[in-house]
């Protein structure tokens, strides 16, 4: 295993995660997260999660307040399988803000959507 691997597996073991389930009910409730996919912008054109917005990894974190609808806005990230999401998630986490990420990606999304 990788160095980077290693830190990706250390952190989805320790970082706060949803599941596709979980995820579409935060969606539905009182209180959305705002949901934030972390790819390229050519990645998220060419498919997404309905009412996410797109943030690329670089400078997210100096942009995130400002999509936030209120301090304390639960922030829930994916990218396409895992890694980046992570990466982001622990960043967003030590500047306070309550993030986790959702378990597999987009990939398992659209796997969770073909089954409902």
Known sequence: MTR???LIARLESTLPSVS???????????SPPL???VRETADHQLDAIIGS???????LEASIESHMSAPDQKVILYCGSRGRSQLVCQTLREMGIDAAFLQ?????????QKRV
């Open 4 to 6: 980077y691997e290693t």
């Open 20 to 30: 596709p389930e979980e995820l579409r009910q935060l969606m539905s409730s009182a």
């Open 35 to 37: 949901v934030v996919d």
């Open 53 to 59: 917005i797109n943030l690329p990894r670089v400078k």
């Open 104 to 112: 597999g990606g987009l990939q398992s999304w659209l796997e969770y």
